[in-house]
């Protein structure tokens, strides 16, 4: 008996690991440490969002979340193109901050904190996704794909450029490489997924609002893909399932819900913090943070 | 270590967790006589107050129905699951709790955000839920959904009359916090009151979190309002109060149920003396309401009252029901019957739903003197 | 109501800078974003309420014992995370990814102890404040302003004429230099989180007092400290202290223009400007 609980969590796997795989390719083979990815799952969202509720079809909003999502990722790269480590780490943070304010008192557009309700689940070939099984599947589809394009990506020549790149920037640009087009790109493709994941995410839960795309949300992601190991696909993978199913069992266990909570993020602390002292590659990191 | 190795262990690992899951999962002790409903409530997070308010008044429900014979004869068994207050772990609770607990019943959640992301699922299963969530959109979140409070407008509709007509005052100011809550207050009093013919001089608002008010204050008084409206939570209320008497504004300052908190009272101290707020409440002198107050607040000194009797009220009406249908979880039953509610007298005063499941309450003013909540008397 | 707005901005980056000054110093001198400095705060501030309210202990010993331990804490932290880190050759974006790794597991710990409800430290009356120039203001309110700029002219006579702080800039200017000449870098590192965090804890000490204790303060007052900090100059103590008045100002003058609703994004917006435009800052100097 699979029981809906399991494909819930199966389904929320399948968005997390489209957020961290993209998120991988920015941080983990490019070098860029982009602490704002949840903004372009929230543009995604949102695009995903405004689109289904006036009737476009999935093609359109699915693919449009990517777009947009993605034309917001080559803006960031653009003035940030200079900025190395920690002040890209602050700048692409401060910007997740600008999405989220916008997405908050933009109400003429966003509705505020009243959010999206409604979002229709995704209808294809006449066929509505309305129940969580199919909806996994199409889930799981999609992270293949997603899956296949970043891998395909990150073993093609580009791919082994942008590794380059966040090895040594300056040896790469010396071998004539335009290393700030392959910073965008790279970034803009991160952020593309990360948008395809925002509609997901809301053709699911069908209800959107700005609290679910605060930092609170990075963290989940961000530890995936550091205690994954960075520049590894396969540590993600693996990542994200303990990540998301490890703090479950806390639910039965028994422990009062006071404890349960906080539980939660002192886990994920905790292990992050862990595998940055004794393990900084991770579960199966080529490279340290640089 | 080889890497297949490795991936083998790592395989493994998962394995054993989902396999505990599973485990623990079935494991629940086959307790044919209790009757299982579930809880989602904010026990953690920005909201935890709330959740453990509404947890303290269930428990207390809980045991006086048991105490009472329970559900002919069989025990009421409650399972809470912490949303965090956020809408994809109410997701997670709402499924663990239909597909694992096998329950048909939820009360809660609080925050209109997880209510909202919950709903689909109730509605697609069959589940009852009874929220108290405010946001409007839940009014047409569907059949199975239930709403025990009422609707901004009935608070906003008392509190316009009473500045206009009472206090005899034609122009305020309003403080409002930028969530669903107080934004859904602040339009709705802002409609009645210029509706009477009353003018709203300046409206400001801030985000949740938010610590210090003193701009958004200086700016009210800027304009010399003799009232003010505050439609916000009482932790935001208390500071509010205190930044405003220690910016020397001098205004009478008025409420929603937002008002009613121990927290007014220790942030503001003396400064919050003479808040009059709106409350869906129980007449005190009513049955079961002064009880009601005593019971909780023994328990829980710092609660949120109100909450409590909400979902006591929540629990006590469905269980009630429970006991008219011929299967006891048949919520098809339970769902007619609660459409027909009219007139319950409870803890949170007299609860009618209407054909949304929104429900209809008697709004009292209440105000602070001497540091309690007080009715207040014209 | 000009001068209301000037003095509420004025209190709004008294407050930053007090975060702001104990970040910067021990960024200017370990070269890193410790975000868990935000975390320092609110838990001080918690101690304080446990030393005070709870155990009841005289305000003033529980003010010096507060900061006693705040110092010490930072101490420990140094010593138990990034000193390890720094054993092995861990960049400063590492150190960043665990002070934010940190600063979660903190502020989970405070909730875990001593739950979600607002707590008050109730030492000071509530009352009308007093008449300045025009505008109201409260003793407690003349205190957070008064203590950041003493704490300014503290700062900048220790870093310019102790003994302590000279060394502190010669290895904030340049740590292979400075080791050769004797200084050890890693007691300096030592000495920045002692003395960055002491003030962490008269920060949280004020803050506590003036905006009460909620267990996600800290990630509040730290976003607002570096944006402070980067719009001043991150590796300057005095900048972060002008940047965060810059801040405070600009909030709360913004609000009188713009909807309130967009006070945060006022912060963000300068920040995410900042960081692009000139993110050596106003006093700093380009790396």
Same mark, same amino acid.
């Given at each position: 008996m699979i029981s809906a609980y399991f494909i819930h969590l199966l389904i929320l796997i399948g968005i997390y690991l489209i957020l961290a795989i993209s998120l991988q390719l920015s941080v983990g083979f490019t070098g860029l440490l982009n602490l704002g990815h949840i903004a372009f799952y929230c543009v995604g969202a949102y695009a995903s969002a405004l689109l289904a509720l006036n009737g476009f079809p999935f093609w359109i909003y699915f693919l449009a979340a990517g777009f947009l999502a993605m034309i917001f990722g080559f803006l960031l790269s653009i003035p940030t193109k200079k900025l190395k480590g920690d002040y890209l780490a602050l700048a692409t943070l401060g910007f997740s901050f600008v999405i989220y304010a916008v997405a908050l008192n933009w109400t003429g557009l966003t509705r505020g904190p009243l959010g999206l309700p409604g979002i229709p689940r995704p209808t294809l070939f006449g066929f509505t996704f309305s129940d969580n099984v199919s909806f996994l599947i199409l889930t799981f589809i999609i992270v293949l794909i997603s899956y296949l394009i970043i891998k395909k990506i990150t073993i093609s020549p580009f791919g082994k450029v942008l590794e380059a790149t966040r090895d040594d920037e300056l040896a790469t640009r010396v071998l004539g490489k335009n290393t700030f087009k392959m910073k965008s790109i790279s970034l803009a493709t991160s952020a593309f997924f990360a948008g395809l994941a925002g509609s997901l995410y809301a053709s699911y839960i069908t209800f959107i609002d700005p609290s679910s795309f605060t930092l609170l949300q990075l963290i989940p992601v961000l530890c995936i893909v550091i205690i994954g190991g960075l520049a590894s696909l396969k540590g993600t993978i693996i990542a994200t399932i303990i990540l998301v199913l490890l703090p479950e069992p806390l639910r039965f266990i028994g422990f009062p819900s006071s404890i349960v909570g906080p539980a939660r993020q002192i886990i994920y602390g905790l292990i992050l913090l862990l595998i940055l002292v004794y393990?900084? *590659? $991770?579960?199966? $990191? *080529?490279v340290e943070l640089e | 270590m080889s890497k297949t190795l490795q991936t083998i262990i790592w395989i493994v690992i998962i394995v054993v967790i989902i396999g505990v899951i599973w485990y623990i999962a079935s494991r629940k002790p086959a307790e044919e006589e209790a009757i299982k409903i579930g809880a989602i409530l904010p026990l953690t997070g920005k909201a935890a107050s709330y959740g453990e308010s509404a947890k303290v008044a269930l428990d207390l429900a809980l045991e006086e129905i048991n105490k009472q014979g329970g559900i002919n004869g069989r025990n009421i068994e409650l399972i809470y699951e912490d949303s965090q207050g956020q809408p994809q772990m109410g997701v997670s609770a709402a499924n663990k709790l239909i597909t694992l607990d096998k329950i048909n019943i939820i009360l809660g959640p609080v925050m209109s955000s997880v209510t909202l992301a919950v709903a689909p699922i109730v509605e697609g299963n069959k589940v009852i839920l009874m929220t108290i969530s405010s946001a409007p959109d839940i009014t047409y979140a569907g059949d199975y959904v239930f709403r025990n409070r009422e609707k901004t407008t009935q608070q906003s509709e008392k509190m316009a009359d009473f500045i206009f @007509? +009472?206090?005899? +005052? @034609?122009e305020i100011a309003t403080l409002y916090m930028n969530d669903d809550t107080g934004k859904a207050h602040h339009s709705t009093l802002v409609e009645n009151f210029e509706k009477l013919g009353g003018e709203v001089l300046i409206s400001e608002t801030y985000n949740p979190g938010a610590v210090d008010f003193r701009t958004q204050l200086t700016k009210i008084k800027a304009v010399n309002p003799e009232v003010i409206h505050l439609a916000s939570k009482p932790k935001d209320v208390g500071m509010i109060l205190k930044q405003a008497k220690e910016l020397a504004i001098e205004a009478q300052f008025v409420g929603t149920s %937002?008002?009613? %908190?121990e927290e007014v009272i220790e942030l503001a101290g003396e400064a919050a003396e003479g808040l009059v707020y709106s409350v869906p409440s129980g007449d005190i002198t009513k049955p079961g309401v002064a009880e009601f107050y005593e019971k909780y607040q023994e328990k829980h000194e710092k609660g949120y009252v109100e909450v409590g009797a909400l979902f006591y009220d929540s629990l006590k009406i469905i269980t009630m029901l429970m006991k008219e249908c011929e299967n006891p979880i048949d919520t098809n039953c339970l769902k007619e019957k609660l459409y027909q509610i009219k007139d319950y007298q409870g803890a949170s005063g007299k609860t009618s739903f209407d054909e949304y499941g929104d429900a209809t309450k008697t709004v009292i003013l209440k105000t602070i003197k001497n540091g309690q909540f007080v009715p207040y008397e014209e | 109501m000009f001068s209301q707005l000037f003095i509420n901005g004025l209190i709004a980056g008294a407050i930053y800078a007090l975060v702001a000054s104990g970040f910067s110093l021990i960024y200017s001198t370990c070269k890193f974003i410790h975000f868990a400095h935000g975390a320092v705060v609110a838990v001080t501030a918690y101690i304080l309420y446990l030393f005070f309210s709870l155990l009841g202990l005289n305000f003033w010993l529980a003010v010096i014992l507060t900061i006693i331990f705040a110092g010490f804490f930072g101490w420990l932290i140094n010593k138990i995370l990034y000193k390890k880190l720094r054993k092995r050759k861990a960049s400063n974006v590492i150190l960043l990814i665990a002070s934010v790794g940190l600063l979660i597991l903190l502020e989970s710990l405070i909730l875990l102890f001593f739950g979600a409800d607002v707590k008050t430290i109730g030492f000071i009356k509530i009352a009308k404040g007093l008449e300045f120039l025009g505008a109201i203001i409260t003793p407690l309110q003349i205190v957070i302003i008064i203590s950041s700029f003493v704490l300014l002219f503290l700062l900048f006579f220790f870093t310019k004429k102790s003994k302590i702080g000279k060394a502190m800039r010669a290895v904030a200017d340049n740590r292979d230099v400075a080791e050769i000449v004797g200084i050890s870098a890693e007691k300096m590192f030592s000495w920045s989180f002692i003395i960055g965090s002491a003030i962490a804890g008269i920060a949280g000490i004020l803050v506590g007092l003036e905006q009460n204790l909620e267990p996600t303060m800290g990630t509040n007052l730290i976003i607002k400290g570096f944006t402070g900090a980067i719009i001043g100059g991150i590796g300057s103590v005095p900048g972060a202290i002008l940047g965060s008045f810059l801040l405070g100002f600009s909030e709360n003058f913004g609000i009188w223009f713009l909807p309130s609703g967009y006070k945060d994004a006022i912060a963000f917006i300068i920040l995410f400007v900042f960081l692009l435009a000139r993110p050596q800052g106003i006093l700093g100097r380009k790396k």
């Open positions: 393990r900084p *590659k $991770g579960f199966y $990191g *080529k | @007509k +009472i206090l005899e +005052i @034609k %937002g008002s009613e %908190g | -």
